[in-house]
């Protein structure tokens, strides 16, 4: 099965970029409720809850694991790949090649929550990959719980979401990187509040398309991956708010189970 | 000792009342910061992380316990009882008593978490001791990360605040009870978009009145907690963000350990 966990509910965009780009492979999904948010998190406390949620993964049988939290991501990766022996994905790389390849002026923007930005990653692969491009960055702690909450369109979101992006509006990126899963559910006002012509590079996207090759030229990772269309979902707490979500980003009943780790 | 526990940051408006009102009596504070908020997640949950919380500062050495945390006074406060034989506060019974004292035409307000206010806790009690109140409550899920976040007076956090307290409004209550710690510290906002003549009852100095009277009428406790002025804070995270606003509530620099339940 393909393994993914997230911090909470954002990691179903993921989930639901994945089952577009690989239909009929088996899920099994781990989503951290007891313990969201990672995003205002130590590392040290953001690494161990990764390597517990992998385990946990690993022993309901995934056989390659996505990373579907980006904070997650960008302070836990090196930790969970030195101590699990299976393909680990993680959602920063495969954004990073996607924004290269859309920019045209090579300024791009980053928003994120405060430990994805704290950790600068996404800032150091751009340049590492183009050493001339220019990197703004913005964390925007509220945006999570405003989501979280389902304030998807009222004006104190707008006004939020415009207060975050002003910065980078003014620097004139020409391309966006939505550091954060939950994000790509506020992209129309995003869109409107930095700018129509600005490219904006959903993470959850990019991850599923980069699995896609990566399976194509992985052939001992793809034959041991099972196909019966199965997605299953585990929660470390069962809160009302997980169901609702997860019926309106999947569109379609899912099998939920709690589970203490 | 006197052990307090919150979910993060919000008790400290408890420890600083707690200190205002019994000063000398050695304090010892655990913020489960790796776990926080607990606001929005299932009574069960909340549960298992008030024993361990609790399990945790009499292992330290507490004689008596302070629940600083309105979520888990409303949920947890039966099991953590029923667990623990040594007095065990909650911040609401206190809070619920001065509320029916201001009152003037018994229409009192409620705002809290979505757990707290889902508990109905609140109403529950208002109505066991005046079966003729009327009770008015609001769930506020995004003040606690707008107070986290330190946008004490900005317009999208007065508009929303606005937007919470509206229902509330147009019911004319006279007092308005603050049923989580992290509310003080939007006081003035609420005072003015609830309007002055409302009496805002604050939970932190209401316990603490509480737990002087209860040591004045309890020698057999009051003996055996200690008074060296000592107050010993643990988080099971340790961030930037509570060392901040433990120097802003507290106003003297705290004795601060990161421990792992």
Redesign the interface.
């Known amino acids: 099965m393909i393994g993914i966990f997230d911090s909470g509910i954002g990691g179903l965009t993921v989930v639901r970029a994945i089952m577009d780009a690989l239909p009929g492979y088996d899920i099994i999904y781990f989503g951290d ?3 969201t948010p990672y995003g ?3 590392s ?2 953001v690494i ?1 809850y990764s390597l517990q949620n992998t385990d946990f993964l690993i022993s309901q049988g995934a056989k390659l694991i996505v990373m579907a939290c980006n904070t997650a991501s960008s302070v836990a990766t090196d930790a969970v790949k030195k101590n699990f022996n299976i393909p680990i994905h993680e959602v920063i790389s495969s954004a990073v090649k996607q924004s290269l390849k859309a920019t045209r002026k090579s300024i791009i923007g980053v928003i994120g929550t405060r430990a994805t930005i704290s950790s600068g990653i996404y800032e150091r692969k751009i340049k590492e990959a183009n050493p001339e491009a220019k990197v703004f960055s913005a964390a925007c ?2 945006l999570v ?2 989501v ?2 389902g ?1 998807l369109k009222k ?2 979101t707008r ?2 979401v415009k ?1 975050y992006l002003h910065p980078l509006k003014v620097k004139q990126i020409d391309t966006l990187i939505l550091g954060c899963t939950h994000y790509p559910l506020l992209k129309a006002i995003i869109q409107h509040k930095i700018g129509k012509k600005v490219h904006i590079i959903d993470s959850s996207i990019s991850v599923a398309e980069e699995i896609n090759n990566f399976l194509s030229v992985s052939p001992e990772t793809e034959k041991v991956l099972s196909r019966n269309g199965t997605a299953k979902f585990f929660v ?4 009302q ?1 997980f169901k609702i979500t997860a019926a309106e980003v999947l569109r379609r009943p899912i099998d939920l189970t709690h589970i ?1 780790l």
């Not at 470390?236 to 809160?239: A, E, I, Q, R, W």
């Open positions: 409720t007891a313990r205002n998190k130590s040290d406390t161990q702690p509220l719980p405003l979280e909450e304030w004006p104190e006004m939020i207060k470390s707490d069962l809160t708010q203490r």
